[in-house]
């Protein structure tokens, strides 16, 4: 009784410290003295000081100090095995489910070990109290613990799995009609319903499901039927007012976790493309304005388990990830995971990139050729995607497969597609990949190249689009375009041998005479070479007399409104790192984006500021911005450095991307703004953008219209006219803006609001570079324009008759 009366006086001091506390680590409450009290004291003691708590648990501090005593283990008898087990049966039955659950997954492992040390009498003597427990028990884990001790049941377990979803169903329905054993799914389900509630798998649980999976004749195949499971299910929409839209219940997420983590276990590339649209998805806003991802934590071990089956196909899919979802924690993951694949084979994250490339087993043409029954099907690459030929028995392309070919080799075009879809998926990232060494000044030597580029079949294809630098120390710079791996060709069409011993950079215009840029400017044009991104006719932004009077910021972006929600997911997908402005924080007086250039070791910030009396609609942002300040600050210091300093690869493309925000999500790009009647006092500044001055990409789109105008078939219709194309057609004249698209019709310039335009033969025109929009709307107004008569559609045709 001496030893009760003690446990109980250790057992109130530790809660009242909690107590004393809003909330406590785990690791924190076990170094508190009161508790370390318990933890240090003879076995017998500490035992009973678990059994008082046990008793009693009716807080969250009683399952906490519980869960932290019990950790190491003691030899319980049969009795304690009892009393730790009875009153949590007694709580289930009155209703009192989350103690009972907190109470039991604190003792579950202390229980499972002395089990196996009992005597078979006594063992059965507990079993009926072990399942009960185990049967009414909210932790699925838990209960999988508790469950193994009674010992198998006949039939499938699939009432492990929650049916409080539109997953649970699914997920049974999996379960129950895969081609597997029975006692192989009953392993995976135990498995499964094991998975930790929260946290990362232990090493224990990861070596069972590689025994687990074991088993399984086909593990991908039922691991990929349960991804499909949660990738079908619905959303659960609520039924009261007060419930909110549900994707996952706390178990059934717990299971899936496992399901991820068993796909990574396999390291089978199949599944790659499932965890990408699972991480997609999971990662989605549902539940309106003030709604939450259907489960970031499904998604961020999606992410992992992409990583951990590695392979070059990971890296495709993983990157593929990156560029299709916006969620800072989730990039942060897949950044880490990537990060992460590289240090594990001694590599940059830049060298992982570009040895991970996959070659989809083509040639080195960039071309695969599979066999019909008549004729063969060939893949070719480009340097901006990929197509699917059919080449008859006399060689000759056709565009379409004959019927009696389609229908013979169904299975193998079916297969061909999809690996055409996995090709341009790697093609995207390649050509993202590459736009970013614009601004990292990378160098390699000139063998290190020629594998890792020009002899790629995919990034070679790109690689003979782009202009390199071959630099030696002792001779000048060697400038071209790759023809092969001896030769380039100079921007005056003349050939050059690129020296055995070069080192290689891509070659940039902020680094080049003004007659040097217009010079390969003239020979893409000519050549009609499409690049994969803008190189030659990239925008370029020097240092401006107001910026060296302001010396340490620039406002040349300043004043613009602009849509947050759009523009954040426009930096996050450029590489910058928006902190957003909700109107729940009134402690942040401004938005700021930031970019690190590492190789540099400084990071740009652009400032922007909410506009406080337009209400968030749809998220808890506020939906418009005006933009403010770019500086610059040395990574290191953390101190800024004044703008001259700043080196003018970095500062040209730190300003193109912020022009860049701003020229497509401002509300001067938005054609219908004011015919929506919004804001009414920016009405002003939509007609300055929408009219004004060009801007660097403006008169970039000026001088390739220059140039391919008058190889229209329009050119007699148009001329430019200071910042507009100007086209006559029979009704009216309308002058097209070369910034922003927007028209205006004479006599009077009226307004005509036309959206994305699109003309047959404005798509067929050759362009240097297929990334600028504008351009092409510009294009297609002009054919539109040029031939007004025909126009048919009823709301342009009523603005242009408007007198």
Not at 278 to 285: E, F, G, M, P, Y
Not at 574 to 588: K, N, S, T
Request: hydrophobic share 45%.
């Amino acid at each position: 009784m001496a030893g009760d009366s003690e446990a109980a006086t250790l057992v109130a001091a530790a809660l009242q410290a909690l107590r004393g506390r809003s909330w406590t680590a785990d690791a924190d409450a076990r170094a508190m003295p009161e508790i370390q009290v318990i933890l240090q004291a003879p076995d017998a003691l500490r035992l009973e000081c678990i059994l008082t708590v046990s008793d009693r648990v009716d807080s969250y501090h009683c399952a906490q100090l519980l869960l932290v005593i019990a950790r190491k283990r003691l030899q319980l008898s049969a009795a304690h095995i009892e009393r730790l087990l009875t009153p949590r049966i007694g709580q289930f039955e009155q209703s009192q489910g989350w103690r009972s659950s907190e109470a039991l997954r604190a003792v579950s492992r202390q229980i499972e070990h002395a089990y196996a040390a009992l005597p078979g009498a006594e063992q059965e003597r507990l079993k009926p109290l072990l399942a009960r427990a185990a049967e009414q028990v909210q932790d699925a884990a838990t209960a999988t613990r508790l469950r193994k001790l009674v010992g198998p049941e006949e039939g499938l377990r699939v009432d492990l799995i929650d049916e409080g979803d539109d997953i649970g169903p699914r997920l049974r329905c999996a379960f129950e009609t895969a081609d597997e054993p029975a006692e192989a799914r009953a392993a995976v389900l135990d498995l499964l319903a094991a998975f930790p509630t929260q946290g990362k798998p232990a090493k224990k649980w990861l070596t069972e499901a590689e025994r687990v999976t074991g088993l399984l004749s086909k593990p991908a195949a039922l691991i990929g039927a349960l991804l499909d499971a949660a990738l079908d299910a619905a959303d659960t929409e609520p039924r009261r007012t007060t419930a909110v839209t549900r994707y996952v219940t706390a178990g059934n997420e717990a299971f899936l976790c496992g399901v991820v983590a068993v796909a990574g276990v396999l390291r089978d590339s199949t599944l790659l493309p499932q965890l990408r649209r699972l991480a997609v998805k999971t990662v989605t806003v549902i539940g309106g304005q003030f709604g939450n991802p259907r489960s970031l934590r499904l998604a961020n071990s999606s992410a992992q388990a992409m990583a951990d089956i590695g392979g070059a196909s990971s890296i495709t899919e993983l990157l593929a990830l990156e560029r299709s979802v916006r969620h800072g924690t989730l990039l942060r993951q897949v950044r880490k995971a990537i990060d992460a694949l590289a240090s594990a084979q001694g590599l940059t994250r830049d060298q992982l990139l570009e040895r991970a490339v996959e070659t989809h087993d083509l040639d080195a043409d960039g071309k695969r050729r599979q066999p019909l029954t008549r004729g063969s099907a060939e893949v070719v690459v480009d340097g901006r995607t990929a197509t699917l030929l059919y080449v008859d028995e006399k060689q000759t392309p056709r565009k379409s497969v004959p019927p009696d070919v389609k229908q013979t080799e169904a299975e193998t075009l079916a297969a061909l597609r999809n690996e055409l879809k996995a090709i341009r998926k790697t093609i995207a990232g390649e050509r993202v990949r590459l736009d970013g060494l614009m601004a990292a000044d990378r160098r390699w030597p000139l063998d290190n190249w020629r594998t890792w580029y020009l002899d790629h079949p995919i990034t070679g294809r790109m690689t003979r689009t782009l202009v390199w630098v071959f630099s030696t120390p002792d001779g000048p710079d060697v400038v071209g375009v790759p023809l092969d791996a001896a030769t380039v060709v100079t921007s005056s069409g003349q050939q050059a041998a690129i020296p055995p011993d070069a080192e290689v950079r891509l070659w940039h215009p902020i680094h080049a005479t003004a007659d040097d840029v217009r010079a390969w400017r003239r020979y893409l044009l000519e050549q009609q070479v499409v690049q994969p991104f803008k190189q030659a006719f990239r925008e370029l932004y020097v240092l401006t007399p107001a910026e060296e009077q302001t010396r340490v910021y620039s406002n040349r972006f300043a004043g613009h409104v602009f849509g947050q929600v759009q523009a954040r997911a426009l930096m996050k997908g450029r590489g910058w790192a928006p902190v957003a402005v909700a109107w729940w924080d009134d402690g942040i007086d401004h938005g700021v984006a930031r970019r690190t250039f590492d190789a540099a070791g400084i990071r740009a910030e652009f400032y922007f500021d909410p506009i406080h009396d337009q209400e968030p609609a749809a998220t808890d942002l506020y939906p418009y911005c005006t933009s403010d300040q770019v500086r610059f600050v040395d990574v290191r210091t953390d101190e800024t450095i004044e703008l001259a300093e700043v080196p003018p690869l970095v500062l040209t493309e730190a300003l193109r991307d912020v022009d860049l925000f701003v020229a497509v999500t401002s509300i001067g790009a938005d054609p219908e703004w004011l015919d929506r009647g919004t804001e009414r006092r920016f009405e002003t500044y939509w007609h300055t953008f929408g009219f004004g001055e060009l801007s660097a990409a403006g008169e970039i789109r000026r001088e390739v219209l220059e140039q391919l105008v008058p190889r229209l078939a329009i050119a007699d219709r148009c001329e430019f006219e200071d910042r507009y194309l100007t086209v006559r057609g029979d009704l009216r004249a309308y002058r097209i803006h070369l910034g922003s698209g927007n028209i205006l019709m004479s006599p009077n310039d009226q307004y005509l609001c036309i959206v994305a335009a699109r003309d047959s033969q404005a798509q067929k025109l050759f362009l240097p570079f297929d990334d600028d929009p504008v351009l092409s709307l510009v294009l297609s107004k002009a054919f539109l324009l040029a031939n007004d008569t025909a126009i048919k559609d009823p709301t342009i045709v009523a603005q242009i008759n408007r007198r």
